[in-house]
């Protein structure tokens, strides 16, 4: 997944091979080292003291964080006055793969969701995931079809079937009335 970044929102970054993006400095506050974070991540804990975090390829610790207006503020281990943290705007806060949280249970990330082709429990083909939304209630996964409407699949367990990330695909069971009648399958 890329982020749109920089002062003139014009370059494109993405996290490191091997890395997930948790986090996006924004900006420096304060004379300190103090930065502050767009969140990119669902796990807060990622920012908690004493949390490891790489930033342009360099391994740091979170010495101290302050949430507010669903922004973290950081103080990073080795950035202590304004121009260091100045020298971090627009970098991304990455962790590696090998430290994703996993409890057991079926859980995917939205950039493992996104570009897997949607495939009907029938075998029928119905797109690609090209955005997943976060409603609040539940996820949409937003289906491209090509020439057709985009299809809008709620990530509910009565609806996905079953995600193979290896095959990269995602098997749905779409209730009456989601898929237009005006608009058969291929």
Known sequence: MAFRLGRSGTEDRMPREGYRAAGLIERPRGLKGEVKVLPLTDFPQRFDPGARVF???ASRTVKSSNWQKGRVYLYID???DRESAESLRGELIEIPDAERPSDGAPFWYLDEIEGLQVIGVDGTSLGTVREVLQTGANDVYVVGRGERRDLLVPALR????GIDLDAGTMTVDLPD???PEDEPLD
């Open 177 to 179: 009335g989601l898929l």
């Open 78 to 80: 080795g950035i202590a």
């Open 158 to 161: 009565d609806v996905v079937q």
């Open 55 to 57: 930033i342009a390829g």
